[in-house]
């Protein structure tokens, strides 16, 4: 069911600094996919969702993908472009400080990271029933492999409850950890978490929205979501590669077309 007024926030704000020298034109959001960009994956996911409103946060002197986002605005999708305010900090949670005085006043919102592009599944319209159920915040993740989870963060679920989020960790010793659930750089959050938003010794002194969530769930409801689509990323060249891969298998699958 689509709620008139809720708004998706897609970063796409970072420097992709393992992609030089052609990050220094092309932002590693707008690598292909198959036919469409990595962020036009994501804003569609989104839409697909029932946000009415997705909010793209860009680097201040990135030009490409508001071009970009002002083609599909002209078809008809519902997204704007958003130069971040590093005047709030460096770190992931910028974009949301940039956005506060904007998102404050809804109950809750999206955010997804526009370089994670979830093949299948319905998973942001699954977490978004979860915050209507009460949540004060709802995190995504993926179980792996119980010996890759140290190139990970991990969500820390309550023993007495498989859903409940009662910390984030990250790159933890495989040893400490007992359900391996990856975090998925998917969220519906609310107001809340800006309190929370804060440069932290623990994140170098960036605003991290990880470390943000992870303190919510030691005085809040947080909950995990188990996604049910293909998480691939374009976040680094090998893993670049491994999106390209899926995606076209993908394709080929008669299961991807059910």
Known sequence: MRRAGWTAVVTAAGHATRFRPFSAIVPKEMLPVGHRPAVHHVIAECVGAGAATVVVATRPDDLVVPAYLAMLREDGVPVEAVAEDLGHGYGNGTPLLTLRARLAAEESFGVAFGDDVLLGGHDLAAMRGLASNGADAVIAAQRVDHADIASFGVVDIHPGDPDRVIGIRQRPDPATVTEPLAVVSRLILRPSIFDLLVPTERARGEVDLGV?????????????????????????????LEALQTYWQLQTEPAAHH
Do not use: F, K, N
């Open 212 to 240: 943000a969530v992870g303190e919510l769930a030691r005085i809040a409801d947080v909950r995990v979501h188990r996604i049910t689509g293909r998480w691939v990323t374009v976040g680094e060249p090998r893993r670049y």
